[in-house]
């Protein structure tokens, strides 16, 4: 009965789990608020021309569709996207910095399986026209604060600035086809076979160690010192000292136990201009949130302008949050003295109480059997 | 993902001696551990470690998945299967190779002239990328087993199979045409267990490392 189905990856949520959904969307908008930030809504598709100037997404991943005009439309597969060619066109003259954010369904057409969905919740946020370590602190202590407040108990942020092995890998001297293979190797993190190639390279011993150590290097502060042949490289050891910086920013706010550097988080290599971060639940084998400084994003629509931001994964987080929340006071009211039941229930809702009206004309004994066990329901029955 | 346990998905058959071996040598326990058995999950409270039993098929899907930290397979199966996780070491044993095979009577033949011909797999995804990549196209068939059978009965002008030594083949009457690939015997890890568990699968990775470098009787099996 194809009446019965829906498509492959998508999902129907019922009240427990819009519940949970709901309730990570207040506090995140809360949280956002505290920061002077403000929501913003961006449509469902756009021209697949903006997607692209986006994350560089896969065209295979995407879900098009074209309109009567004849434009190539796609359903966003993340929203920063749309933010930027929304500021370019609305926001151009506006008071920079400005702080974003949003919460929206997103698109991708991955292969169905627990925690990758074709239509899944993000919430994010976006500082446009911020440069500098104090913008990326912020956005980064605002994610360990996200997923603080949602209940997550032990969670992990990994940092690394991308300047670092972008500038090493400028200065091996290889051919833009060698560097663009090993950037792949990395992103598709087969350390084997980039050990292999790099084995092969005609390029300095140190800088060969380096470029291999990089992927799995991983810790607290301390990693850094372990990567010797940054110190030759001036563009590295400048990003160098602007993560310790941004790793001392980070302990002002308090936030720097869940924090480690992560020479492995090497993603987007073409997207992402600077520091980038992701986070983890030892609960779910697969991230939570991403984000990073994206400085040229923005200038693919025609506003140059620097930007930072993330994106959390709600669906995900919804996996791995712990038990829900203390729900309202419950109300059942129940008989047939329907003038003072109405009287009654909406007196009680007003005052902020959940009422629910028997429907069925049950007795009193059916409705009391009905709430048993349930600690925060109450019975009244006006007959 | 447990956090007190380290989980090793392991690769049932042909794999599955000298990976003890190499487990044996990295000083992690493995009294017990055999197919033969009924049990599909070994646990050693004392070293917290635990592996699973799986199909070597499985493996990339546990380890993605997070069901497991850690899986030794083939890279062959990793190719196949185009699964996200990290590739960390290469163990050298369990050595196969990728190949395109015809039937030798067109054994000279030029690749190019199997454009828009069939060839039978088991390995679709690795075979439709081969010769995408090569801006040629063909017709996958995919089968589940004796694929040297299709281009005896007329099922396919070619196969992409799996060779170690290249007896099946021979004894088909096949012979290599190109190779696609090498493979062999991989540590992989997920992602996120790569992060959260570092302190236990770092040194556990490098002591990996030493001994298949030192080649202590770990060499092509």
Not at chain 1, 41 to 46: A, G, L, R, S
Not at chain 1, 216 to 234: A, F, Q, S, T, W
Not at chain 1, 243 to 255: P, R, V, W
């Given at each position: 009965?194809?009446?019965?189905?829906?498509?492959?990856?998508?999902?129907?949520?019922?009240?427990?789990?819009?519940?949970?959904?709901?309730?990570?969307?207040?506090?995140?908008?809360?949280?956002?608020?505290?920061?002077?930030?403000?929501?913003?809504?961006?449509?469902?598709?756009?021209?697949?021309?903006?997607?692209?100037?986006?994350?560089?997404?896969?065209?295979?991943?995407?879900?098009?569709?074209?309109?009567?005009?004849?434009?190539?439309?796609?359903?966003?597969?993340?929203?920063?996207?749309?933010?930027?060619?929304?500021?370019?066109?609305?926001?151009?003259?506006?008071?920079?910095?400005?702080?974003?954010?949003?919460?929206?369904?997103?698109?991708?057409?991955?292969?169905?399986?627990?925690?990758?969905?074709?239509?899944?919740?993000?919430?994010?946020?976006?500082?446009?026209?911020?440069?500098?370590?104090?913008?990326?602190?912020?956005?980064?202590?605002?994610?360990?604060?996200?997923?603080?407040?949602?209940?997550?108990?032990?969670?992990?942020?990994?940092?690394?600035?991308?300047?670092?092995?972008?500038?090493?890998?400028?200065?091996?001297?290889?051919?833009?086809?060698?560097?663009?293979?090993?950037?792949?190797?990395?992103?598709?993190?087969?350390l084997v076979?980039?050990?292999?190639?790099?084995?092969?390279?005609?390029?300095?011993?140190?800088?060969?160690?380096?470029?291999?150590?990089?992927?799995?290097?991983?810790?607290?502060?301390?990693?850094?010192?372990?990567?010797?042949?940054?110190?030759?490289?001036?563009?590295?050891?400048?990003?160098?000292?602007?993560?310790?910086?941004?790793?001392?920013?980070?302990?002002?706010?308090?936030?720097?136990?869940?924090?480690?550097?992560?020479?492995?988080?090497?993603?987007?290599?073409?997207?992402?201009?600077?520091?980038?971060?992701?986070?983890?639940?030892?609960?779910?084998?697969?991230?939570?949130?991403?984000?990073?400084?994206?400085?040229?994003?923005?200038?693919?629509?025609?506003?140059?302008?620097?930007?930072?931001?993330?994106?959390?994964?709600?669906?995900?987080?919804?996996?791995?949050?712990?038990?829900?929340?203390?729900?309202?006071?419950?109300?059942?009211?129940?008989?047939?003295?329907?003038?003072?039941?109405?009287?009654?229930?909406?007196?009680?809702?007003?005052?902020?109480?959940?009422?629910?009206?028997?429907?069925?004309?049950?007795?009193?004994?059916?409705?009391?059997?009905?709430?048993?066990?349930?600690?925060?329901?109450?019975?009244?029955?006006?007959? | 993902?447990?956090?007190?346990?380290?989980?090793i998905?392991?690769?049932?058959?042909?794999?599955?001696?000298?990976t003890?071996?190499l487990?044996?040598?990295a000083?992690?326990?493995?009294?017990?551990?055999?197919?033969?058995?009924?049990?599909?999950?070994?646990?050693?409270?004392?070293?917290?470690?635990?592996?699973?039993?799986?199909?070597?098929?499985?493996v990339?899907?546990?380890v993605?998945?997070?069901?497991?930290?850690l899986g030794i397979v083939?890279?062959?199966?990793?190719?196949?299967?185009?699964?996200?996780v990290f590739e960390m070491v290469d163990l050298?044993?369990?050595?196969?190779?990728?190949?395109?095979?015809?039937?030798?009577?067109?054994?000279?033949?030029?690749?190019?002239?199997?454009?828009?011909?069939?060839?039978?797999?088991?390995?679709?995804?690795?075979?439709?990328?081969?010769?995408?990549?090569?801006?040629?196209?063909?017709?996958?068939?995919?089968?589940?087993?004796?694929?040297?059978?299709?281009?005896?009965?007329?099922?396919?002008?070619?196969?992409?199979?799996?060779?170690?030594?290249?007896?099946?083949?021979?004894?088909?009457?096949?012979?290599?045409?190109?190779?696609?690939?090498?493979?062999?015997t991989r540590l992989i890890c997920?992602?996120?267990?790569?992060?959260?568990?570092?302190?236990?699968i770092?040194?556990l990775i490098?002591?990996i490392q030493?001994?298949v470098?030192?080649?202590?009787?770990?060499?092509?099996?």
């Open positions: 009965m194809r009446n019965r189905q829906i498509p492959k990856g998508l999902r129907d949520l019922l009240p427990d789990e819009v519940k949970v959904i709901r309730n990570m969307e207040k506090k995140a908008a809360q949280l956002f608020s505290s920061y002077a930030y403000e929501e913003v809504m961006t449509p469902t598709f756009e021209y697949l021309e903006v997607i692209e100037a986006g994350r560089g997404s896969r065209r295979e991943d995407l879900f098009l569709f074209v309109d009567r005009e004849g434009g190539i439309l796609s359903l966003r597969p993340e929203v920063t996207g749309s933010i930027a060619r929304m500021a370019s066109i609305h926001l151009h003259d506006a008071d920079f910095p400005r702080r974003l954010f949003y919460m929206a369904n997103v698109f991708r057409h991955v292969q169905p399986q627990l925690a990758q969905y074709r239509e899944f919740r993000q919430t994010g946020v976006e500082l446009l026209g911020a440069e500098g370590i104090w913008a990326d602190a912020e956005v980064i202590n605002i994610a360990v604060k996200l997923l603080e407040i949602m209940g997550l108990k032990s969670f992990k942020i990994s940092i690394n600035q991308l300047p670092i092995f972008n500038s090493l890998l400028d200065e091996s001297g290889l051919n833009s086809e060698d560097r663009s293979l090993v950037r792949q190797l990395v992103e598709e993190k087969d076979e980039l050990y292999r190639l790099l084995e092969g390279l005609d390029i300095d011993d140190e800088l060969k160690d380096t470029i291999a150590a990089l992927p799995v290097l991983h810790g607290g502060l301390e990693v850094i010192k372990r990567i010797p042949y940054v110190e030759k490289n001036r563009k590295a050891s400048a990003a160098v000292e602007e993560l310790i910086k941004i790793y001392d920013a980070l302990k002002l706010y308090g936030a720097t136990s869940h924090i480690v550097v992560d020479m492995g988080v090497l993603r987007n290599l073409d997207y992402y201009t600077g520091l980038v971060f992701e986070g983890y639940s030892p609960d779910l084998g697969y991230g939570l949130l991403g984000g990073g400084r994206y400085d040229n994003l923005l200038g693919q629509f025609g506003l140059s302008c620097p930007a930072t931001g993330f994106a959390l994964h709600m669906d995900r987080l919804a996996l791995v949050l712990p038990c829900r929340e203390e729900e309202r006071d419950h109300y059942l009211l129940g008989g047939g003295d329907f003038p003072s039941l109405i009287a009654q229930a909406e007196k009680l809702r007003k005052q902020g109480y959940i009422v629910e009206m028997d429907l069925g004309g049950h007795s009193q004994a059916e409705l009391e059997k009905k709430i048993e066990g349930k600690e925060n329901w109450t019975l009244i029955y006006l007959d | 993902m447990k956090q007190d346990f380290l989980t998905a392991l690769s049932k058959g042909t794999l599955l001696k000298p003890v071996k487990l044996e040598q000083q992690l326990p493995v009294s017990g551990l055999s197919e033969d058995s009924r049990n599909m999950v070994f646990s050693y409270e004392e070293e917290g470690i635990k592996y699973l039993m799986c199909r070597p098929t499985d990339p899907t546990y993605e998945q997070g069901a497991a930290d083939g890279k062959d199966v990793i190719v196949e299967q185009a699964k996200d050298k044993y369990g050595y196969c190779r990728f190949v395109v095979a015809v039937p030798d009577s067109m054994k000279d033949r030029n690749l190019r002239e199997f454009n828009y011909r069939r060839v039978a797999s088991k390995f679709p995804l690795i075979t439709e990328k081969f010769f995408r990549e090569r801006g040629l196209q063909v017709d996958v068939i995919k089968l589940h087993g004796n694929v040297e059978l299709a281009p005896l009965m007329g099922l396919a002008d070619m196969i992409v199979d799996l060779v170690s030594t290249g007896r099946t083949l021979k004894e088909n009457n096949l012979v290599e045409l190109v190779k696609i690939m090498d493979s062999t997920n992602r996120v267990s790569y992060r959260i568990k570092h302190e236990r770092q040194p490098e002591k030493k001994i470098k030192g080649g202590t009787g770990n060499e092509i099996a």
